[in-house]
């Protein structure tokens, strides 16, 4: 099974400043086959990024996606308050499986 | 405008099997996507659970595996879980998402549709 590990578990910020999620596989992950997730509190996770780097219509581009190696990384160029949230890395493994990392908090500084 | 809507009882007796259904409205479930069920622990994060295709294929948690049970309805546009033998460790919010897999390049694998999920607590 691959394992993501997104750090940091909580990101601190003010609304305007820039955030820099990480995701670690533990092996090799398909450029393809790796997503973003937003979730707010008591609602369903919103699909942010696809294939390490595309925006889904509707997403604003202040979110991006990249990777290198095992690495990727969602950033978020200036927060709006409407971003404060929790979000999730996904991936989907050779052998049919679907793994998501713990999540990383971004709240209010 | 596809959407999705979980169904099912809110509270299930230990032992017992959790029974839920997600009904989805302005597609078909045999067109070309697939369907997933993700669920999460209250305060944790999200766990996958297994999707069905549209052949009725089924893929699941390798941890969840031989208590699951996936199908499809297809006169109803439904498709629905299963999962036995419940216990303390099973309760939570459970999502039905759509699968997106494309099988030619770029090959992207992404759950583009959530349902807003429904609360199921074990307890006797």
């Known amino acids: 099974e691959i394992v993501l590990t997104q750090s940091p578990g909580t990101l601190s910020l003010s609304p305007g400043e820039r955030a820099t999620l990480s995701c670690r596989a533990s092996?090799?992950?398909?450029?393809?086959?790796l997503a973003w997730y937003q979730q707010k509190p008591g609602q369903a996770p919103r699909l942010l990024i696809y294939?390490?780097?595309t925006r889904p219509t509707g997403i604003p581009d202040r979110f991006s996606g990249s990777t290198s190696g095992t690495d990727f990384t969602l950033t978020i160029t200036r927060l709006e308050p409407e971003d404060f949230a929790v979000y999730y890395c996904q991936q989907f493994d050779n052998s049919r499986a679907v793994t998501f990392g713990g999540g990383t908090k971004v709240e209010i500084k | 405008q596809v959407s999705l809507q979980e169904s099912g009882p809110g509270l299930v007796k230990p032992s017992e099997t959790l029974s839920l259904i997600c009904t989805v409205s302005?597609?078909?479930?045999?067109?070309?996507?697939?369907w997933g069920w993700i669920r999460q622990a209250p305060g944790k994060g999200l766990e996958w659970i297994g999707n069905v295709y549209q052949t009725g294929a089924t893929y699941y948690n390798q941890s969840l595996g031989y208590r699951l049970t996936m199908s499809l309805d297809t006169s109803k546009n439904q498709f629905s879980l299963n999962l036995h033998s419940v216990t303390a460790a099973d309760t939570g919010v459970y999502y039905c998402?759509?699968?997106?897999?494309?099988?030619?390049?770029?090959?992207?694998?992404?759950?583009?549709?959530w349902g807003k999920g429904t609360t199921v607590t074990v307890s006797s």
């Open positions: 302005g597609q078909s479930i045999t067109s070309y996507h697939y």
């Open positions: 092996q090799n992950v398909r450029v393809s086959h």
């Open positions: 294939g390490t780097s």
């Open positions: 998402a759509r699968v997106v897999w494309m099988w030619e390049p770029p090959n992207f694998y992404y759950m583009d549709v």
